[in-house]
């Protein structure tokens, strides 16, 4: 075999996992990296981008849509904390993100060379596996861990810092081959308690009105086939929470909807305190889910279904605890529940009837500001022409602030999987329009929609560039209220209207997009919403429609805190 030194190694071990494409911004401690991914061929394509943590979340709605970690790559120093805003995001979502970045030579350390910074410690309380490489046979097998740390268990981010010098340095060919099966996640499943499934299905079975709560995780593990034939059976109504939208086709007639303070209705509230059981799937049971544990109350029996078992029982007293992959559970549960049927009570809840109230009570309200000539223009009215001009298999990106409740509790997906994406772990605003890149790369057939505010436009509008130069069609939304909405409402509810420092100019999006080579559309009219969603969803490139909108202290979202 050829000689190889630790950069090729490195390019050799992401070929050998399986990675196809990786995002990333270039600097001087990278060098050796980039030439070697110039010299060799290897079939992975290299999104520059212009923000490391753009490329963070390009990797992180990558690895959503395809079940393949995403990869992303910065230099040291400014980069190294660039990168990790996305990084922190994926792993608390248990989303498979490798961030590489490299580093000051070993050589230097200590020695105040330019960009050195104790990357380490800085990634370490933040990532799921995280290591700084200091000789370079060391090279294959921190890539080696990084993927299974990444793809076992609960899923999660995982960081690599590699010095210049040992970019350089000699390696045995040999030390370079990849554990098969780590290129996909989850892998290497586990199954519950054995005992714990016929306990869990034994309750389930004997329960009169059970509600199933669907979280990310039910998503993560391609269970969703599997959760509807529990709760078929049971003819139980499903809820989600905000992560766990797509458990269940839209206009499924068990779905609930999403519940809790983001994107949940009193309507879909009233599903989850009319259970005599609940069954948390792929959930953490936080304090968004359950608009701060009120919802279930905590004298309702609760069976945790879940892939991390320190997530079971943290929040709510668990009576059956079932540890594992949710796709090998719900399987299991399905057989044993099965297996019981004939015994259940002859007079239980309508799971269908329930879920479908809840839904027309929640689309009947919906409609009525979906049809307002009201300026200006109300959020749903945008949300409703996308629901009727998306195609099948669309995606969805959201960030937070206007877009994220508004999405979550009316973008209507057709059908089950991963069709809407949200940074709900910490919310971070800049999230859209760079995760709607990844996720267009990851799924290049399905139209892609990035939907934000002016204030996230502000932080990620010079992706546009790394857009048109790539040809990536993406859909741009942009809700123009000239404010950070979600302050300013919070400011409304709990603060007596005393509104300080929430407030900005108007920017003219359109005219920015234009200038970055963008079509574009500016809408002030209520009645030119249609058309104009209409014509950017058809036009074969990038788009983008900027909507002057109601601001979100004055319109009503769906947050708990503000609707009562």
């Known amino acids: 075999m050829s000689k190889m030194n630790g950069a090729d190694a490195l390019v050799r071990m992401l070929q050998l996992n399986g990675v196809k494409h990786i995002f990333g911004l270039c600097g001087d401690t990278s060098l050796p990296f980039y030439d070697a991914m110039?010299?060799?061929?290897?079939g992975i394509d290299h999104i520059l981008t212009r923000d490391e943590r753009s490329a963070a979340y390009m990797a992180d709605a990558y690895a959503r849509v395809t079940g393949r970690p995403g990869v992303c790559e910065g230099p040291s120093g400014g980069g190294a904390t660039y990168l990790l805003p996305?990084?922190?995001?994926a792993n608390e979502s248990s989303i498979p993100v490798l961030g590489i970045t490299s580093d000051v030579s070993v050589g230097s350390r200590g020695k105040f060379p330019l960009t050195e910074l104790d990357q380490q410690s800085l990634y370490r309380p933040l990532t799921k596996w995280n290591t700084t490489i200091d000789r370079a046979d060391q090279i294959p097998g921190a890539v080696r861990s990084a993927f299974r740390a990444m793809t076992t268990g609960r899923p999660g981010a995982a960081h690599i810092c590699l010095p210049y010098d040992l970019q350089k340095h000699e390696i045995d060919p040999a030390d370079v081959w990849a554990q098969p099966g780590h290129d996909r996640y989850p892998s290497l499943r586990t199954r519950p308690d054995p005992a714990q499934v016929e306990k869990a299905a034994a309750q389930l079975v004997a329960s009169k009105s059970p509600v199933i709560i669907c979280g990310g995780g039910v998503i993560i593990a391609g269970a969703c086939d599997a959760l509807e034939t529990l709760a078929t059976m049971l003819n139980a109504p499903v809820c989600t929470t905000v992560s766990g939208k797509g458990t269940l086709a839209d206009a499924h007639p068990l779905n609930a909807g999403v519940v809790g303070t983001n994107g949940g209705v009193p309507a879909t509230r009233e599903v989850v305190m009319g259970a005599d059981l609940v069954v948390f799937v792929g959930a953490r049971a936080g304090s968004t889910t359950t608009e701060h544990w009120k919802h279930p109350a905590r004298d309702v029996p609760i069976v945790h279904i879940d892939v991390d078992g320190m997530t079971i029982g943290t929040n709510y007293r668990t009576d059956v605890s079932l540890a594992g992959d949710a796709l090998l559970a719900l399987a299991d549960l399905n057989e044993a529940v099965r297996a019981r049927l004939a015994s259940r009570p002859a007079r239980v809840a309508d799971g269908r009837a329930?879920?479908?109230?809840?839904r027309a009570r929640k689309f009947a309200d919906f409609a009525v500001l979906a049809a307002s000539t009201d300026t200006p223009i109300k959020p749903e009215r945008v949300v409703d022409a996308l629901n009727r001009h998306l195609p099948a298999k669309a995606i969805v990106v959201a960030d937070p602030g206007t877009p994220c409740p508004y999405f979550s509790a009316y973008f209507d997906a057709p059908q089950a999987g991963r069709h809407f994406i949200t940074n709900r772990a910490h919310g971070a605003l800049g999230f859209a329009m760079s995760a709607g890149v990844g996720a267009q790369f990851g799924r290049p057939d399905a139209m892609v929609?990035?939907?934000?505010?002016?204030?996230?436009?502000?932080?990620?509008?010079?992706?546009?560039?790394?857009?048109?130069?790539r040809g990536v069609p993406l859909k741009m939304i942009v809700f123009s209220n000239t404010v950070y909405g979600w302050i300013k409402a919070s400011q409304k509810s709990g603060y007596g209207e005393r509104y300080f420092s929430v407030d900005f100019n108007r920017t003219d999006h359109a005219r920015v997009a234009e200038a970055f080579g963008v079509k574009a559309w500016r809408v002030e009219n209520p009645g030119d919403v249609d058309g104009v969603v209409k014509a950017a969803l058809a036009h074969d490139g990038p788009a983008l429609v900027d909507v002057i909108s109601q601001q979100l202290q004055d319109t009503a979202v769906p947050v708990s805190q503000w609707m009562g």
């Open 38 to 42: 110039a010299r060799l061929d290897h």
């Open 86 to 89: 996305g990084l922190v995001e």
């Open 354 to 358: 329930i879920a479908g109230r809840a």
């Open 449 to 469: 929609v990035a939907a934000m505010g002016d204030g996230s436009f502000n932080f990620t509008c010079g992706e546009m560039e790394t857009i048109v130069r």
